[in-house]
């Protein structure tokens, strides 16, 4: 039997094609039997092969080529440069005085880099927009049985207007078919965009790895990621749901009179979706749907911090563990079922925070006032993001696109603004009204910030007595000062401000014990009690549970408000 063309599962050699693989070279990945490995040697003289046994293949460096010297392999690599260089490239005045690191080194960062971001890609980027699909998916079969609902309602108005109107009934029906098709068809097309996306993301997954289990280190410097590129989430389509209006006959002709529908489109939400985190949420899910408030809110829990002193803010960094500060320099991580202290990180500077919020991300991030800095913790490390001249960081929050809203004094207590933060650069600085006036009150008092789902920016300032909200240009839209008349006979004391799903806003009026819970647009809905004792910082988790931090008795509660 020849045993070139017999059936069998024995490897072969690549020269002589009948003996057993025995050896491998690394240089040039050919498989040898040992009487082929002389003359594979010295096949070409001109590379130094690295024959080993079959087993130990690819165990073999492969240093890349030098681009200056062709018979020259590469073992340092030029970080000033960006290059891989050889021995010869050293010896010349090309690269004097520039750092230098070893290929290995550089080939392991490469390669802790490249499976970082498959991790993120496998673990992050991927699953978001399987929630997106999702999502429109959800919101397609929505909209069959949303308009299902209008034609009905058609249907049942036409039934009064007996057969003269039929074809004014088939009419209209018509056109809530063609509005539907056109906007399944919208989304269907962005399902499209959304799938084809995370194809892409499989193939280049499939790539990489490809690249990594190799060892030519040549391919491995010519992997680009494009994690970037998917990082950047598409705009989130919102169809408008239509409404059938019907009128009474009052003479007017019956196409007046029967009812007409209102327009209609698909927009992009400008909230968009947000990248899956540690932190469940329902933005990078479905449309959140429509809460009611409780008539009587209900507490659901309690925590007792321990702070010796006074407790001062709460952020959520889940739906199980939340964010704590007091009057000393640490903040503490809590379980809120469990109520225990999983984790206490100190200010580096002794300083008491003046302010703490948690990232999208799932960093703290805090300010301390009398070093001037913002700071945020990554893996129980601190790390300054931003030291500020002439002004004092009050209160921070992350905002929807990953930036930081800050509120800050100057240095003479006489002026206040927000300033918005991409990184530690300046985006957006906020501080007077059209008319030129101030928007916020002098410094000297608490004042806290938060971001609105509709991306208004909502200020809680005490020294104003008020709540200030200005859109996401800066624009004033409006301020609450409290209600009339004020519980407890007491002014209004806003501290604390948070948001939820709705677009409500929540302030804790301190002296009043109470919560203040106003709509997106301002106008008051209720108050929430439950037997609050100095209330001061506030937060929601992603099912709008609200959270209250409790000045004197160093408590936070937990409690649901909205159905």
């Known amino acids: ?28 990945l050919v498989n040898l039997c040992t009487a082929c490995v002389g003359k594979h040697m010295i096949s070409d003289e001109s590379k130094d092969h690295k024959v080993v046994k079959f087993q130990a293949r690819k165990s073999t460096p492969l240093y890349p080529g030098c681009t200056s010297h062709k018979k020259e392999r590469c073992t340092m690599y030029c970080n000033q440069c960006d290059i891989p260089v050889c021995t010869k490239c050293l010896a010349s005045d090309q690269h004097l005085g520039h750092k230098l690191s070893e290929i290995p080194k550089v080939v392991k960062e490469k390669k802790d880099k490249i499976i970082k971001e498959l991790s993120e890609l496998n673990e992050t980027i991927y699953p978001t927009y399987q929630d997106i699909a999702s999502d429109v998916q959800n919101r397609m079969s929505q909209l069959e049985k949303e308009y299902g609902d209008l034609s009905t309602a058609i249907t049942k108005h036409g039934e009064d207007w007996h057969r003269e ?93 029967f009812g007409t529908l209102s327009s209609s489109s698909i927009t992009s939400d400008k909230h968009g979706y947000s990248m899956k985190t540690t932190q469940k949420s329902t933005e990078a899910g479905t449309s959140p749907p429509v809460k009611q408030l409780l008539d009587e809110p209900e507490t659901l829990k309690t925590v007792n911090t321990g702070y010796k002193e006074y407790l001062i803010n709460v952020a959520c960094l889940s739906d199980e563990e939340i964010w704590t500060r007091g009057s000393d320099s640490t903040m503490q991580l809590y379980s809120i079922n469990q109520g225990s202290l999983h ?72 002026q206040t603004k927000v300033v918005r933060y991409s990184g530690s650069t300046v985006k957006q600085t906020i501080q007077f009204d059209d008319k030129g006036k ?126």
Not at 228 to 244: A, D, E, G, W
Not at 450 to 461: H, Y
């Open 1 to 28: 039997m020849d045993p070139r063309t017999s059936a069998q599962d024995v490897m072969r050699c690549d020269l002589c094609e009948t003996a057993v693989v025995q050896m491998h070279c690394d240089t040039c």
């Open 165 to 257: 109107i039929d074809k004014l009934v088939k009419k209209l029906k018509a056109e809530v078919d063609e509005m539907k098709n056109t906007q399944l068809q919208t989304l269907q097309k962005h399902l499209d965009v959304i799938n084809k996306t995370m194809s892409d993301i499989k193939d280049e997954n499939d790539s990489v790895e490809m690249a990594i289990d190799t060892n030519d280190l040549s391919k491995l410097f010519k992997v680009t990621s494009n994690v970037n590129i998917y990082r950047s989430l598409p705009q989130k389509p919102v169809p408008t749901l239509f409404k059938f209006i019907p009128k009474k006959i009052q003479g007017e002709s019956l196409s007046k009179l």
């Open 438 to 563: 101030p928007l916020y009150s002098s410094s000297g008092y608490n004042r806290y910030i938060t971001e609105n789902r509709n991306l208004d920016i909502c200020v809680s300032d005490e020294g104003a007595k008020a709540v200030v909200v200005v859109n996401q240009t800066g624009k004033l839209r409006f301020r609450y000062t409290g209600r009339t008349p004020a519980p407890k006979n007491e002014s209004f004391h806003p501290r604390g401000i948070t948001t939820d799903s709705q677009r409500q806003i929540l302030t804790a009026d301190h002296y009043s014990h109470c919560v203040h819970i106003i709509d997106q647009d301002g106008q008051f809905l209720r108050y929430v009690h439950c037997r609050l004792s100095y209330p001061w910082g506030l937060c929601t988790d992603a099912n709008d549970n609200l959270f209250v931090a409790q000045r004197e008795n160093k408590q936070v509660m937990k409690i649901k408000y909205m159905c």
């Open 343 to 414: 984790k206490s990180i100190t200010n580096k500077s002794g300083n008491i925070p003046c302010d703490i919020a948690v990232t999208k991300s799932g960093d703290l991030v805090y300010t301390d006032y009398y070093v001037r800095t913002i700071n945020i913790v990554k893996n129980e490390k601190i790390e300054e993001v931003i030291r500020l001249q002439n002004w004092r960081p009050c209160g921070v929050c992350s905002t929807s696109s990953g930036d930081l809203l800050v509120i800050m004094d100057s240095d003479d207590n006489k």
